[in-house]
């Protein structure tokens, strides 16, 4: 027996006077209407209602039951209303898991814009190294996905890719030289992650490939912002994503350096655990991301820096 139908019927009873007139309501027949106020009365053991061929009357238990029911039946309607709006009202609150890098010089400049537009939605970003697959404790896992096909069992969007390219500040170049072939590099100070020893070039225009092995660079370091730091204070010349140098670039307090070689590039993908059952907060925050950063296969922050690399598809692209 459904016992939250059974109590809906039961009201309706009473509400209309008759089981017909409860019937016409839900378009149920009478027959139906009556077994199940009969299997109501069954499960609970007591009379709820005195039947007469003139009228229906409430028993004791009836009166006290009915009072109850009102009550359950409007903090199920509550409950299910909720539910509802959070499915189709973007409001409560969003986990996010991202790379610290993409939080700090992306999501943080684009978020004031996402508030604006939905107020009721809160952010809880965890941003603790990188992130390569779906994590199901949070609502929304933004990957970088380098070298690899897109694999695994959640629902993606690409957001852009990003290419990684060489740059240093102008006032270096100045005094050091503006390389115009990776060979010419090996002279100068580079900034690199740790465990890289070699770094492979490919030329867009010309099809040359150049793997660089440099000497001991002037700074190793697994930490994307200390490497842009140090660029940007002119430490050297430092291999970064484009989306960190975006700002730097459009305001030349960065310059790209080899703007015809290609190192490597990046995939990104703003990932769901599952499609079934998102809520509404979800679904406009991958909206906003895909809108905001194009969605497509290219890199929007070196085409907003004027920087785009000319030639084919960067290798490693996703």
Request: aromatic residues 6%; glycine residues 6%.
């Amino acid at each position: 027996m459904d016992r939250l139908h059974s109590m809906r019927v039961f009201t309706r009873v009473i509400d209309n006077g008759s089981f017909a007139g409860a019937a016409r309501e839900l378009n149920l027949s009478p027959a139906v209407v009556t077994r199940l106020v009969a299997d109501l009365e069954e499960h609970l053991g007591a009379r709820l209602i005195n039947r007469t061929t003139r009228r229906l009357s409430l028993t004791d238990i009836g009166e006290v039951y009915l009072e109850r029911v009102r009550s359950i039946l409007a903090e199920v309607d509550d409950a299910e209303a909720l539910a509802s709006t959070a499915a189709t009202e973007p409001r409560g609150h969003l986990r996010v898991l991202s790379t610290p890098a993409f939080a700090a010089h992306q999501l943080a400049k684009h978020l004031p814009r996402f508030h604006a537009l939905y107020p009721k939605v809160t952010i809880e970003l965890s941003a603790p190294g990188p992130v390569e697959t779906v994590d199901e404790s949070f609502d929304v896992s933004l990957l970088t996905v380098t070298g690899r096909p897109l694999d695994g069992d959640f629902v993606a969007r690409r957001l852009a890719t990003s290419e990684v390219i060489v740059c240093a500040a102008p006032e270096y170049l100045d005094r050091c030289g503006r390389p115009r072939h990776p060979r010419e590099l090996s002279g100068l100070d580079a900034m690199m992650p740790n465990s890289m020893r070699e770094v492979p070039f490919e030329s867009g225009p010309a099809g040359e490939s150049w793997t660089l092995v440099p000497s001991r660079p002037v700074l190793a370091t697994t930490h994307i912002d200390t490497m842009y730091a140090a660029a940007l204070h002119g430490l050297g010349i430092a291999g970064l994503p484009s989306f960190v140098v975006e700002d730097a670039l459009r305001e030349h307090a960065l310059e790209r350096v080899l703007p015809e070689w290609r190192l490597f590039s990046a995939g990104l993908y703003a990932a769901l655990p599952t499609r079934k059952h998102v809520p509404a907060r979800t679904r406009v925050f991958v909206d906003f991301l895909v809108e905001t950063f194009g969605g497509e296969d290219r890199d929007p922050w070196l085409v907003s820096a004027g920087c785009e690399t000319v030639g084919s598809q960067p290798s490693g692209a996703q």
